[in-house]
């Protein structure tokens, strides 16, 4: 009897230890949502593509992230969808999303917001989704590889004495026109690139700016950071006044920059840098 006792005692205890084990195991398996196509492209980066069950509409690279499930826009995600695909962490970026997270963090689920107003804290950012999802050594090459690529552009801006430098005007919108201030990151890459954005002296990060100032300053270059059905360069071209400005004159307005590598705060923020500075210098 106490042979049997035995036997059927060792048999649940193994059954119990399986039974944790499996269920460990299943819990282990990280599940992640991105609210913001820059952490999701951040989350790929550091090598999370199984994890990632859920991402918004605007998500559009890598390819893999075409594919994930979709849980609304950037600004109104589906609350419904993202309780059903249970993660374990959200990730989201500021500005419109803080209604969102507020929301999120409600409902008892984790959120983490990254949302970095230069280059270092991006690395910053890099490294705090990394620890939470158990990727340091993959943020750290990444990150190295970053900064591999700034130095490779930054050794040849050393070649031009900054009084060289071209004067440069980034178009963010036309209707009404706007640029990018002293704060954002396209101003930071610009001055990586060995340039001078005419804006520089504006505070906010994106802001309106009137034709009359892009006139008197006179950029060598203008940067247009939109897609547009119409023919952005002819725009420019016409606008009144415009023809004197010197970047005009000598036809150095790019509209051939993916707006995503200078406006999304990313890894491949990096590949922006590289197509600034062989714009500047051809």
Not at 184 to 212: C, M, P, Q
Request: aromatic fraction near 8%; include cysteine.
């Amino acid at each position: 009897m106490k042979k049997g006792l035995l036997i059927i005692g060792l048999i649940l205890t193994t059954f119990f230890i399986n039974s944790r084990y499996l269920f460990s195991a299943e819990i282990s398996k990280l599940r992640i949502i991105s609210l913001a196509p820059s952490t999701t492209e951040i989350l790929f980066a550091l090598g999370l593509d199984e994890e990632i069950v859920g991402v918004s509409l605007f998500c559009n690279y890598p390819q893999k992230a075409k594919t994930k499930e979709k849980v609304g826009t950037f600004s109104q995600p589906n609350i419904e969808k993202i309780l059903f695909l249970k993660p374990h962490i959200i990730f989201c970026t500021g500005l419109e999303q803080a209604p969102i997270v507020r929301q999120l963090e409600q409902l008892n689920l984790k959120v983490y917001v990254s949302d970095p107003s230069n280059i270092e804290e991006l690395f910053n950012s890099i490294k705090d989704m990394a620890r939470l999802t158990g990727k340091e050594k993959e943020a750290d090459a990444l990150i190295k590889k970053m900064h591999s690529d700034i130095e490779e552009v930054n050794s040849k801006v050393k070649l031009t004495h900054k009084k060289d430098w071209p004067k440069v005007f980034v178009e963010i919108w036309y209707e009404p026109l706007m640029t990018v201030g002293n704060s954002s990151f396209v101003d930071e890459l610009l001055t990586l690139a060995g340039g001078i954005n005419i804006a520089h002296d504006t505070k906010r990060s994106y802001s309106y700016f009137s034709s009359e100032q892009v006139i008197k300053r006179d950029p060598q270059l203008i940067i247009l950071t939109y897609m547009s059905k119409e023919q952005p360069v002819k725009i420019v071209q016409e606008r009144l006044g415009w023809n004197k400005i010197s970047a005009v004159k000598n036809n150095r307005i790019y509209n051939d920059i993916n707006p995503d590598v200078l406006l999304r705060p990313g890894p491949r923020l990096v590949d922006g840098l590289k197509e600034l500075h062989k714009r500047l210098y051809p």
